[in-house]
Antibody, heavy 121, light 107 residues
Framework: EVQLLDSGGGLAQPGGSLRLSCAAS????????MSWVRQAPGKGLEWVSV????????SYADSVKGRFTISRDNSRNTLFLQMNSLRAEDTAIYYC??????????????WGQGTLVTVSS | DIQMTQSPSSLSASVGDRVTITCRAS??????LNWYQQKPGKVPNLLIY???SLQSGVPSRFSGSGSGTDFTLTISSLQPEDFAAYYC?????????FGQGTKVEIK
């Protein structure tokens, strides 16, 4: 059974940092690209970032580029999102998501339960 | 970036109704269009991938169609458990983008 367990959310001040984690199990993590998707309170879904299985390729939404860094540790089956220079508009539930599909045309077939990030002074 | 526009933003329907939600892309995305359902307080759930393929375990009353810029999600006979928000997502190119969502409510 595929399981994704998000953690690391909490309250951060504007300009601060947080590091999210996603522990994966039930599939061969090292063979699969992974993403982060967020949802602001009462709003829709916004894709944040993706990392290839080998970590060779990453991509970011313009809204987080230069501030967030996606990474993974395949030996620990864990995905990370380092969030720096946080802004109020980064307040959201952050979901890790397992990518599937062909040729970097991915969709998301499994999602973590989400971790809430609140940016406020 | 490719903009995804869903219509309507919300709709009211009765159990047993046929429901259609549309999604339009700002440029051609071939058939790289996916649909998700999200119930209140829950995690999004993949329904349809690549425009018309039904995800394993999803009831057959859900179907998808379209290519290029115009796509449709159809629920053939609305069930009580189908009242939720629905989102389209293009996977043609990064940044992958979602529609703003369609909320299906009980009439």
């Amino acid at each position: 059974e595929v399981q994704l367990l998000d953690s690391g959310g909490g309250l951060a001040q504007p300009g601060g940092s947080l590091r999210l984690s996603c522990a994966a199990s039930g599939f061969t993590f090292s063979n699969i690209a992974m993403s982060w998707v967020r949802q602001a309170p009462g709003k829709g879904l916004e894709w944040v970032s993706v990392i290839s299985a080998s970590s060779h390729t990453t991509s970011y939404a313009d809204s987080v580029k230069g501030r967030f860094t996606i990474s993974r540790d395949n030996s620990r089956n864990t995905l990370f999102l380092q969030m720096n220079s946080l802004r109020a508009e980064d307040t959201a539930i952050y979901y890790c998501a397992k990518c599937t599909g062909q040729g970097w045309k991915y969709y998301f077939d499994y999602w973590g339960q989400g971790t809430l990030v609140t940016v406020s002074s | 970036d490719i903009q995804m526009t869903q219509s309507p933003s919300s709709l009211s329907a009765s159990v047993g109704d046929r429901v259609t939600i549309t999604c339009r892309a700002s440029q051609s995305i071939n058939t790289y269009l996916n649909w998700y359902q999200q119930k209140p307080g829950k995690v999004p759930n993949l329904l349809i991938y690549e425009a018309s393929s039904l995800q394993s375990g999803v009831p057959s009353r859900f179907s998808g169609s379209g290519s290029g810029t115009d796509f449709t999600l159809t629920i053939s006979s609305l069930q009580p458990e189908d009242f939720a928000a629905y989102y389209c997502q293009q996977s043609y190119t990064t940044p992958w983008t979602f529609g703003q969502g369609t909320k299906v409510e009980i009439k």
